[in-house]
């Protein structure tokens, strides 16, 4: 139990740490839709926090894929190999946003493997947990979920490209329903689903709130 609560920590430091978040995120409840009304044009410039935002995104879809596909060839569940080919489509989603936008490009190939350091340890820490048992990797699923809908939030708010935008809310249905799957497949098995770190005020509420809501059927390409 003091490895899971730790590993939580390390989760959810990590990647708030990784996205320039500070520990006052703001809510995706209000699922907002960035700095403009719609969107700008596709010819104005990418602001610095969209570019940032792409890159970060891109490598955090990344570590979602990577990690499901080495706990679906520990575990042999049917959900991480499901989810596994679910977060290719939003890396991929990124990636043509990335390609769009004449960005370098900051994925390099091999599960597990990283540039940044940071994401390294973090991939490493997920695996140490999610290794443990099988309901420790669906919950590591779950922790991986509930922080990547928080960080798909802030760089929507961050955003003013309607492409970009409207990629980040279809990821974020994905998410949203990749959180309901491992809730469903922990629950099924006996576990208690406990939301996370403390994101935002009542995000505990929110989190379990959303997890036994039902699955979402418009999430477009990002499923």
Request: glycine share 10%.
């Amino acid at each position: 139990m003091m490895l899971k609560k730790a590993l939580i920590l390390v989760l959810s430091v990590s990647l708030l740490t990784l996205s320039g978040l500070s520990t006052s995120v703001a809510s995706p409840r209000g699922g907002g839709g960035g700095h403009g009304s719609g969107g700008t044009d596709d010819l104005v410039p990418l602001s610095g926090d969209e570019i940032t935002g792409l890159l970060f995104m891109r490598e955090e879809e990344k570590v979602a894929r990577d990690s499901y596909i080495t706990l679906g060839g520990i575990w042999k569940l049917t959900i991480f190999a499901n989810i596994a080919e679910s977060e290719q489509n939003h890396m991929d989603a990124i990636g043509k946003l990335i390609d769009k936008y004449d960005l370098e490009d900051p994925v390099i190939p091999g599960v597990g493997e990283y540039a940044d350091h940071h994401l390294q340890d973090l991939y490493d820490a997920l695996m140490l947990w999610g290794g443990q048992s099988m309901m420790d990797g669906l919950y590591v699923g779950a922790a991986i979920e509930e922080t990547d809908i928080v960080d798909i939030q802030h760089e929507i708010e961050l955003a003013d490209h309607a492409d970009i935008i409207s990629t980040y809310q279809a990821l974020m249905c994905g998410s949203r329903n990749h959180l309901r799957a491992f809730v469903r497949q922990i629950e099924d098995n006996g576990g208690t689903y406990t939301p996370g770190a403390d994101y935002f005020p009542d995000s505990d509420i929110y989190f379990w709130d959303l997890a036994h809501t039902e699955m979402e059927r418009d999430c477009k390409t990002a499923d």
